[in-house]
């Protein structure tokens, strides 16, 4: 979806969101692929996904995607995807040039026109499962993998010196003071280039700049005095543009600092209560390519409901919807894609490999959002292995590595036997109390045994996060039983943990309740009679964002909270 702002206003961009031509290949290996005999007999809209329309509902197999474009210019070309689900090969002009794994993270492919001629652009998606070409996704996570060109593509023109990326890290508060480095790269060497940096429109940086190597970096620390801090009260963002040679970046960046101190998390200082859900990006009409008005809904939804906190489970999250965070300052948790990985994935190199390079990827593109607080990985996987460690300290470690100045954590469900929490600087846990086990009597003491576990273990003395905790309840299905699957049953549930957690005891600083609203799972899920309609039916909202009971009683308390807090 496109952004907030315009990253670029020298940089010649042109936007390939529209109309693409289509055709749905099916059980077809990509190597076997003739692009001239296929025959594109349908339309697809981009960014969106195939599969959420009525014609492929439900298909799994190879896609191709089709568009003619004029590059701007002549010369380097880049090529932008913000997420192709889940799979995708990419060709220009015939010739295949790249291919990628992983949906929901942003990405780039360079290539180089010689005239000024259209294009042509085909792009195979593939939405099958096939551990070998894309091990990040796997066909008994609980969530529809839905496939296609399902964020932003554009195509950008870059000059003889381009700017990659650009990284803003908020120092120091008192005078406001960033850190902000760039990645370049040059045709060239030894040429002189300007190169300024402007915030809210002042200049505050001019330099010019001899280019020794066709990569690099450069980084500067610049203060800003006077500039207004961000906080969820009072989310001030400025705008800042970078410029090199005839190329330039925009970013918009909220000035904060995040620590974790005494068990506490602080935003400038200041303590956080964390209240919110887990929310998929996920609508039955659109997939995962949710249309701008219903991110916008969704966390107008969540405000109404008296939330500060969303954790992004479990993929990095749309650039869109963390712009309107950082507009509206609600905090997020941003993490990788994983569900439930097992050891057998955690020694797997190849596994490792494609989880760091998607961290990477995840990091670069979310990286300048105020909003995100924090980085998570591998949700509920075998942290509680004594052979998952290696891969929780070098998922983690690469984290810290690209990005020191957020706390990392994952979603622990193994809060009795853990081997890997002493690597976090939060210690997040999923638990059903009440639902997979116990009544809703029990989740005080499962949630004070979880406690005591944890200072047992000497990791009590870290921020403690409910990161997942919550019922099914079937949208509009009330009886006087107030069982299983009633929408009752979910308010009550959701009432205590509310009660548990931060009102007739101090127990966690944060908690996100699973889940935000209903949404399709896997057409495989192993677990029919635990996901009736194919869904996870654990939101607040439906599907279709309908309230059900449960949402006046977190309104009710989380507005309580909030008031007093
Ligand atoms: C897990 C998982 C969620 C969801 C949830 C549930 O904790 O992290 O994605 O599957 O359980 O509904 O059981």
Known sequence: MPRRIREHSLRPVLDLAGFWDFAFLGEVEPDEVSLSEITFNDRMMVPGNFDATPAYAGKRGLAAYRTTVRPLQVGQQRLMLDGLHHWGRIFVNGAAI????????????????????????????DNRFDYQRSPLHQPYFDWYHYGGIARGAELHALGSAWIDALRISTTALNPPTIELSLDYDSTTIGSDLPFTISVNEDIVLSETITLTDKAGSLTRTLTLPGAA?????????HQLQVQLGSDDMRERIGLRQITVVEGEVRLNNQPL???GFNRHE???????????????????????MGCNFVRGSHYPQDRLFLDLCDEIGFLVWNESIGWQHTSDHLTDPHFLQAQQQHIDEM??????HASVIMWGILNESHSNRIESRPAYERLLGRLRELDASRPVTYACNHPFDDECLDLVDIVSINCYPGWYHGGISYIPEHIDNIITRLKETGQGHKPLIISEIGAGAIYGWRDNHQGHWSEPYQAQLLEKVIDTLFVSGKRAMGLAIWQYCDCRTAEDMPKPLGRPRNFNNKGV??????PKQAYEIVKRMFTDLRKSG
Do not use: C
Request: hydrophobic letters at 45%.
């Open 98 to 125: 790249a291919d990628h794994h992983g949906g929901f993270t942003r990405f780039y492919v360079d290539f180089n026109v010689a005239d000024p001629k259209p294009i042509e652009l085909v792009i195979l998606i």
């Open 282 to 304: 996920a609508h039955p009409e659109f997939g995962h390519a949710i249309p701008a008005a219903i991110h916008f809904s969704d966390l107008q939804i969540l405000q109404d």
């Open 273 to 275: 209560q964390l209240l």
């Open 363 to 368: 990091v670069a593109m979310s990286t300048n």
């Open 229 to 237: 801090l961000w906080s969820p009260q009072n989310p001030n963002l």
């Open 541 to 546: 909202v439906d599907e279709y964002r309908r």
